[in-house]
């Protein structure tokens, strides 16, 4: 078929083959062209078909010659009817990595649920005895809690007061006000069970109880801070509340991993266009504008730098460089006080008008549509393409 991109609100509703491969092999050359990494080996990844995961898979599999298992919840193709992306990026992935002569396996499921930890751990014990790598990556607007059954919703709103700034739909251009009132009831607590700490330490605690977790293991999940400007939405607001959790969380695993001299990691990475954060309120107006200014300065990153960077530099150099709060900071080219400043300029002057000059309006869009494997280069849309793709791998 021919594939076009749908596009509803901040989702677009069909994906393309060819261009989720021609993403997986950009990255996959990029982690090539950077040189070995003296990693781990075998490497669980949760949330591993997109995003900061997916780059932590290739980066894993391309840059230390890893095994990985990949878990994540895509939906698959039927006939006349495309894949989410994540299908085709999986499916890409493994088949490099086969060709690469690299171990790859993918389980496609819920993994806040028992069953998908369950299945998980079953193939760790047949196949790799034990992981020295779990890399946390969901992003996931619910949750349904494995023991109770009850099915939380997480939500993104200031905590306190009414929230009032300048949001933009990146669609259209258009930058208006946006008002989002305050939590209220359990809007905290819900939003922390789904995307707070419990489900990382459950996965951890399953692995560790089955043994099968390997001496001097690590654990890594990603989390973001950001400046004052997108404050009282993110970090004060609601999901900031998860991130608190899953940023402790790290140390009560930490803890629980000393017998195995293991150490659970919070990364702080940057602000990125993907799927989670294209629905976040303000993040788009704040991304524009930050793209615009780390481009001009050459700094600019996308999932695949982030994370190289990431190993290279922080998790697997000599020594692994924290913050006071115990977190590795990634984040560190954006939140540069140089480079706030100017985004906090930029963002008093953007206007549907100014912003398409004073903004990466462009380089935003091209990366949204981009996730969904449109207008990426070498890719001729004209083209019959086959829906119907497996993941060679696939439990
Ligand atoms: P993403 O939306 O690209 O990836 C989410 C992944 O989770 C996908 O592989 C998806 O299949 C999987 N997933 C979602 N629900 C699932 C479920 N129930 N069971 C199994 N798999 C499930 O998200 P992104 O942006 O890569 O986020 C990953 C982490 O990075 C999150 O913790 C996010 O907060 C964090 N982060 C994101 C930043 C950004 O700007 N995008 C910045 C800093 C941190
Ligand atoms: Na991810």
């Known amino acids: 078929m021919i594939i076009e991109p749908r596009t509803r609100g901040f989702i677009c509703l069909t994906s393309h083959p060819k261009g989720c491969e021609q993403n997986v092999i950009d990255q996959i050359e990029y982690i090539k062209s950077k040189g070995a990494i003296d990693g781990a080996k075998k490497v669980l990844v949760i949330g591993a078909s997109t995003g900061f995961g997916l780059a932590s898979r290739i980066t894993s599999a391309f840059g230390s010659g890893a095994s990985t298992i990949g878990v994540f919840f895509e939906k698959p193709p039927a006939e006349g009817r495309p ?63 494995p023991d109770t059954g009850v099915r939380y919703k997480s939500v993104l709103k200031p905590i306190g007061d009414k929230f009032q700034n300048k949001t933009v739909d990146f ?23 789904v995307m707070g700490g419990e489900d990382w330490k459950m996965w951890i605690d399953a692995l560790k109880n089955e043994g099968l977790l390997a001496e001097g293991f690590t654990t890594i999940a990603y989390s973001y801070i950001g400046p004052s400007l997108t404050e009282a939405v ?6 900031g509340r998860a991130k608190d959790h899953l940023e402790a969380t790290a140390f009560t695993i930490s803890d629980s ?14 602000a990125l266009v993907t799927q989670a954060s294209s629905a976040i309120p303000v993040i788009p107006l704040y991304i524009s504008l930050l793209y615009k200014v780390m481009k001009e300065e050459g ?35 954006e939140m540069r006080a140089d480079v706030q400043a100017r985004v906090a300029e930029l963002w008093k002057e953007a206007t549907t008008e100014t912003l398409p000059k004073i903004g990466d309006l462009k ?19 004209d083209e019959d393409v086959n829906e119907l793709v497996e993941i060679p791998g696939l439990q």
């Open 171 to 193: 669609h259209t251009g258009v930058v208006s006000e946006v008002s989002i009132e305050p939590a209220q009831g359990d809007d905290i607590d819900n939003t922390v069970a």
């Open 83 to 145: 894949a989410s992306p994540g299908w085709y990026n999986s499916a890409a992935f493994e088949k490099e990595a086969h060709k690469a002569g690299l171990y790859a396996k993918s389980i496609n499921g819920d993994a806040f649920s028992n069953e998908i930890k369950k299945q998980t751990l079953d193939l760790i014990k047949a196949d790799l005895g034990q992981v020295d790598m779990v890399i946390y990556s969901l992003a996931s607007p619910v949750r349904t809690h």
């Open 257 to 270: 991993l000393k017998p195995l001299n293991g150490k659970a990691y919070v990364s702080v990475n940057k």
């Open 234 to 239: 993110y970090r004060k607001g609601t999901i």
């Open 299 to 333: 700094i600019h990153e996308g999932c695949i730098e982030q994370i190289q960077r990431l190993f290279q530099d922080r998790l697997y150099a000599d020594t692994t460089p924290t913050d006071d709060e115990g977190r590795i900071r990634i984040d560190d080219w």
């Open 363 to 381: 380089g935003y869009e091209k990366d949204f549509f981009n996730l969904f494997g449109f207008m990426v280069e070498g890719v001729d849309y």
